[in-house]
């Protein structure tokens, strides 16, 4: 049977029993609806997971006893940044999810001009709230310890600055080559526009920072689509699922 997997960023290897963060809880107990003596595991984002049990069982907190360290080595050997547009609504939330799940090591939410999603008056600290709960969930489905950077919100000049000793790749539908043509790396940053994709200055301005210009054969994709298509081929490339 499937264990549950909880992310827990208190967990601390010296202090054998601890509560259960209040997210962590609420799934536990109200979702799942487990019980005192249930088994679980529990991972601090940064690498370190361990077996667990749980102790105790209240309305508003549960109590957990670490038991053995899980040795869980799940990462890529291939370092990927997302440079993503911002799209609305569930379009961005499933690009993020899957980009957990195929191993992203750090995801830029990216201003584009096309972008069409409100930030203003408090909405961006509520959104990049929501989608690192959205990145979390990614990490205990999936398996993996190490929970994926969510930098701020950033402007497209800003996004496109940190490119060093990376291969630095666009996606743009009238590029005249593809994924294939690219040679073999190690580590890569992805730039994938939002809904109604990148201006053609947008994608010179990308030039400009030394991305290379890739399109992804006959098809427009919607960017959500294309996330999740670029990410497993660049693996399946340079990657682990080849």
Request: with cysteine.
């Amino acid at each position: 049977m499937r264990i549950s997997r909880f992310f827990c960023p208190e967990l601390d290897v010296n202090n054998k029993t601890f509560p259960l963060p209040e997210a962590a809880h609420r799934h536990a107990v109200q979702v799942l609806r487990l019980k005192k003596g249930a088994k679980l595991q529990v991972f601090d984002g940064g690498g370190v997971e361990f077996e667990a049990t749980l102790d105790s069982v209240a309305k508003r907190q549960s109590t957990i006893t670490l038991g053995e360290q899980v040795n869980n080595e799940l990462e890529s050997p291939l370092t990927i940044t997302l440079l993503q547009g911002i799209s609305r609504g569930e379009r961005m939330d499933y690009a993020l999810q899957k980009a957990v799940e195929l191993g992203v090591n750090k995801v830029v939410p990216v201003l584009t001009e096309r972008c069409n999603v409100q930030l203003s008056n408090g909405r961006a600290d509520k959104r990049l709230h929501h989608w690192r709960g959205v990145m979390v969930s990614a990490c205990e489905q999936s398996g993996r310890s190490v929970l994926p950077e969510l930098s701020d919100i950033m402007s497209l000049d800003d996004a496109l600055l940190d490119n060093k000793d990376v291969t630095c790749l666009v996606l743009d539908p009238l590029a005249a080559q593809g994924f294939s043509s690219i040679d073999k790396t190690s580590s890569v940053s992805l730039l994938i526009g939002p809904e109604g994709g990148l201006t053609e200055q947008e994608v010179q301005l990308a030039s400009a920072n030394e991305y290379q210009a890739v399109n992804f054969g006959p098809r427009i994709l919607r960017t959500e689509t294309a996330a999740v298509a670029a990410l497993a081929v660049m693996q399946s490339l340079w990657g682990d699922l080849a």
